[in-house]
């Protein structure tokens, strides 16, 4: 049933808002984009501003939300010319894993969060993807201080949303320590 409406939600190009387990970040609002075996793609809006493209998990989507607030809102994005984009880079869906080893060239800062019903057992990682084995992303972290620490690995399985090319994202980057030489190529291999 979740995924029926997912799919429906994307077909029809439909605003939607979808509703997770999560405390930190319960709620996902925006435009499907992609769509594959375990991974939804959502172009994200915050207060009518583009949040770039969140990937989650589709076992974790408790409801589909399509009702009169998100008709609503949806009016206002087409008069204000809020459209939804396509992902900026071609991202597997079919499993965490997948997507993760389809972004790890790319090289671009983003998030990678481990959520918890309670928001204070959650983990977030700002960094670069290094290496994406069966069992773990290894991610190099940036600090608060723009300064890159040490590769950690991360289970698959504790990985529950993506964040990609965020205002946060984009800004942080560009103020940010130079990438380690002694990391390998941009692309962190």
Not at 7 to 25: C, M, N, P, T, V
Not at 150 to 155: F, G, L
């Amino acid at each position: 049933m979740i995924r029926a409406a997912i799919e429906d939600a994307r077909a029809s190009g439909a605003l939607i808002q979808l509703e997770r387990g999560f405390a930190s970040a319960r709620f996902v609002n925006g435009y499907v984009v992609a769509l594959g075996d375990e991974l939804v793609a959502v172009h994200q809006f915050h207060d009518f501003y583009d949040e770039g493209w969140v990937v989650v998990r589709i076992d974790d989507v408790l409801e589909v939300n399509r009702d009169g607030p998100q008709r609503h809102f949806e009016a206002c994005f087409r008069g204000e010319g809020l459209a939804p984009r396509p992902l900026p880079c071609a991202v597997d869906l079919a499993s965490m894993q997948a997507a993760l080893r389809s972004l790890r060239p790319r090289g671009a800062l983003m998030f990678v969060e481990c959520e918890a019903p309670d928001a204070d057992d959650d983990a977030t990682f700002l960094g670069r993807l290094v290496d994406v084995t069966d069992l773990h992303g290894t991610v190099r972290q940036l600090d608060a201080l723009g300064q890159w620490d040490p590769p950690v690995a991360v289970a698959l399985g504790r990985i529950t949303r993506l964040q990609l090319d965020t205002p946060f994202c984009r800004t942080f980057a560009k103020y940010a320590a130079p990438y380690p030489v002694d990391a390998g190529p941009a692309d962190g291999r």
